[in-house]
């Protein structure tokens, strides 16, 4: 079964910077797609970034040129290096990968607080 586990959150000041991971049971080379999505209290989950096999990139308006997405397929790791954080980045953060339409998984979360 895939898993996926992310890392890498926590606590930053705003202008602050993260790098989240989300480390893959098995080869991610399978995946059509992955990427990062993110649920803040009271909100629906929202995209903030896709990476496809070929390794483009698309990215929500909100963290457009203070994200990016990238993925390691020799550690099987997909990551996501945020930078210049706003208060409004505040949320779970949770990564997914996909193949075709019917394989969808999710990884469990982790949290991120943009605050002073």
């Known amino acids: 079964q895939v898993q996926l586990v992310e890392s890498g959150g926590g606590l930053v000041q705003p202008g602050g910077s993260l790098r989240l991971s989300c480390a893959v049971s098995?080869?991610?080379?399978?995946?059509?797609?992955m990427g990062w999505y993110r649920q803040a209290p009271g909100k629906q989950r929202e995209l903030v970034a896709i990476?496809?096999?070929?390794?483009?990139?698309n990215y929500a308006d909100p963290v457009k040129g203070r994200a990016t997405i990238s993925r390691d397929n020799a550690k099987n790791t997909m990551y996501v290096q945020m930078n210049s954080l706003k208060p409004e980045d505040t949320a779970v953060y949770y990564c997914?990968?996909?193949?075709?339409?019917?394989?969808?998984?999710w990884g469990q979360g982790t949290q991120v607080t943009v605050s002073s």
């Open positions: 997914n990968a996909r193949v075709g339409v019917f394989e969808n998984y």
């Open positions: 098995g080869s991610i080379l399978r995946f059509n797609t």
């Open positions: 990476i496809n096999s070929r390794g483009d990139t």
